[in-house]
């Protein structure tokens, strides 16, 4: 048993296309890997409805079908609880990069170009593979790397093989000056093969290392030329290579057997190479350019794994040392011995230490978030406690404004503080953007008042003179939108607003011009 039949042994695969051509093809390609459980469907509400009942471990699917598309289909299944950690491998003849861009930005696994052979679905199913056990346990320590010296990436080197290896030419003729001729035409610029007969020009196109293109003569004896591209089109390996029959017929019943066995075009002997080498090269360089997309894209997913690599480490390796670090110093600064100005630069280094936890959350959880692949561990959190601790760091910073930042509590019931469910460092950020916004809108004197309120929900109210511009009321919670701030990017409402409904809260508006105030309302589910 091979490896690639060892990882495959027992898997279940579902191809998903609206041809039933091509769901048969791919089924045929996938039985030749050892793959023995298939499942199929049209399109993709199709497949959902299948996935609610059946279980898989990897998903090829084509991009355009009638009913549910190849993308949506990849959002809705990223967007499922139960099946997001399923490999998605797109099969597309898509050329247009903003749109596999967004494929890969909704968490495609692979995307594979067609045409394609079975040794390239194989590399793709691999990789598939290897991403789903990525994602089922944490990554192994690597050993570190020299100095300088950047840690080589497999799929790299792959990429930087395909693209520098020079196109393979297969020519096929039972005549040996033929052969001597045609391959002294293309031995310099391209890697080329030869076969005496059909047998053995059959038995290259259908191993694991396919040519890209057969020069092929007609009339040979045994199996002629119009048999071997026959055969060619039957076998997962050579079905797509590209035929252009070489032959001493002329007549319109023999191009038309050519051109219906997939032939891309005719050259009649004696050869002319002024004529055929244009030919070759032309169409080669479409070959080359078809390798370069699936170079390109193949770079694309990497680049998108690596980030997650990198977001991974980002949360696990940086965020949590960074929460023991702000724990500590809170703990310290409640230690009045220490002294008004050793509290007051424990607080500074406290409030340093939870911008830099938003700046992670900003760039880490809310790609997860915009993707639909943040995963949240609910726990309870004191949220009085980030509240106050935050509004205490505020008065510091906006000492010059002279603001009154008050924080009031509902009374709980037998005197409990209110939990809320939900990830205690996204709720630092949420309510240290919300605050740090009502502080900065707020004019000099006046007061910003912070209040809770409720068990289930929990709200919790911020409330600051200055009403919001009604140019941006509507847009409030929107990308980028900010207002009379300078340097301001217009990400601390936006953010806040995903990192709630990210912890299944809610967050509102509301603007009184009357008053001229303006008040921002977060609700969380209780924790009991």
Not at 204 to 212: A, G, L, V
Request: hydrophobic share 40%; proline share 5%; net charge negative.
């Amino acid at each position: 048993m091979s490896d690639i039949e060892k990882l495959l042994a027992g898997k279940r695969v579902l191809v998903v296309d609206d041809y039933e051509q091509m769901r048969q093809v791919t089924q045929s390609s996938l039985r030749s890997l050892g793959v023995e459980h298939v499942l199929q469907a049209q399109n993709g509400a199709e497949a959902l409805r299948l996935l609610e009942t059946r279980t898989v471990d990897i998903i090829l699917s084509d991009w355009n079908m009638p009913v549910m598309d190849g993308l949506e289909f990849l959002k809705r299944v990223r967007a499922d609880e139960r099946l997001r950690s399923i490999p998605l491998i797109m099969i597309t003849s898509e050329v247009e990069r903003s749109r596999v861009r967004e494929a890969v930005e909704n968490g495609v696994t692979s995307v594979i170009v067609k045409p394609y052979s079975i040794a390239i679905l194989q590399d793709h199913i691999e990789k598939g593979m290897a991403w789903r056990a990525r994602r089922s346990a944490p990554p192994a320590a690597a050993p570190p790397a020299e100095a300088g010296s950047p840690r080589p990436h497999p799929q790299s080197d792959a990429n930087k093989t395909q693209k520098q290896e020079k196109a393979t030419i297969l020519v096929v003729d039972d005549t040996p000056d033929n052969l001597q001729l045609l391959a002294g035409l293309f031995k310099d610029e391209f890697r080329v093969k030869i076969a005496h007969n059909g047998e053995r020009a059959l038995a290259i196109c259908q191993s694991d290392n396919p040519p890209d293109l057969v020069l092929l003569d007609v009339m040979m004896p045994g199996m002629d030329g119009f048999e071997v591209a026959a055969r060619m089109r039957e076998h997962p390996n050579s079905e797509t290579i590209p035929i252009i029959f070489v032959t001493a017929m002329t007549g319109e019943e023999a191009r038309d057997k050519g051109l219906h066995l997939g032939a891309v075009d005719f050259v009649t002997k004696p050869i002319d190479p002024v004529l055929l080498v244009p030919k070759v090269r032309n169409f080669l360089r479409y070959v080359e350019l078809h390798k370069q997309l699936q170079a390109d894209y193949d770079g694309m997913v990497e680049a998108a794994n690596l980030r997650d690599d990198v977001e991974y480490i980002t949360r696990h390796d940086v965020k949590a040392p960074l929460a023991a670090v702000i724990g500590l110093i809170q703990s310290l600064a409640e230690d009045d011995s220490l002294g008004a100005k050793r509290i007051e630069q424990l607080r500074m280094a406290e409030e340093t230490a939870l911008e830099a936890l938003n700046m992670i959350n900003r760039s880490s959880e809310l790609y997860k978030i915009e993707t639909g692949r943040f995963e949240l561990e609910p726990k309870p959190v004191k949220i009085q406690d980030i509240v106050c601790k935050i509004a205490e760091m505020s008065r510091n910073t906006f000492r010059a404004k002279h603001l009154t930042i008050s924080v009031d509590a509902e009374a709980a019931p037998q005197g409990k503080a209110p939990l809320v469910s939900g990830d205690a460092m996204l709720c630092y950020s949420v309510f240290q953007n919300l605050i740090k916004n009502a502080c900065e809108a707020a004019p000099d004197s006046s007061e910003v008042l912070v209040s809770t309120q409720g068990a289930d929900p929990v709200q919790i109210v911020i409330s600051n003179k200055g009403a919001v511009p009604a140019a941006i009321r509507q847009s409030f919670f929107e990308k980028f939108v900010t207002h009379g701030k300078s340097g301001g990017t217009g990400l601390g409402t936006y953010s806040a607003k995903l990192l709630v409904e990210a912890q299944k809260g809610s967050i509102a508006v509301e603007v009184s011009d009357e008053r001229d105030m303006t008040k921002v309302t977060v609700s969380l589910p209780g924790a009991f």
